[in-house]
């Protein structure tokens, strides 16, 4: 399974950006798609998560501000990012969770400026 991130950026604070992330391989429908982030020294973290059947997670930091939505028939998984604040700058990586095993994408870097 490969993934491939895009849509990172510099942004103001206050200002929105979308991840995109497509998943390539051989898959399961059931898989777990969703977002993680890390910065320098510190651990990856959840940002948010979405299953097959539409559930999903978000860390309680980007509770209504962002937006995870996925295209199961494009194996996609698609994170909207609105009143963006300077402490959401990492770098974004791209997951999908199945049978048991972790994917990830190589990441994206959000910056955002005060």
């Known amino acids: 399974v490969q993934l491939q991130a895009s849509g990172g950026g510099l942004v103001q604070a206050g200002g929105s950006l979308r991840l995109s992330c497509a998943a390539s391989g051989r898959m399961a429908s059931i898989a777990r798609m969703g977002w993680y982030r890390q910065v320098p020294g510190g651990q990856r973290e959840l940002v948010a998560t979405t299953t097959s059947d539409g559930v999903t997670n978000y860390a309680d930091s980007v509770k209504g501000r962002f937006t995870i939505s996925r295209d199961n028939a494009k194996f996609s998984v698609y994170l909207q990012m609105n009143s963006l604040r300077p402490e959401d700058t990492a770098i974004y990586y791209c997951?999908?969770?199945?049978?048991?095993?972790?994917?990830w994408g190589k990441g994206t870097l959000v910056t955002v400026s005060s």
């Open positions: 997951n999908l969770y199945q049978l048991l095993r972790d994917y």
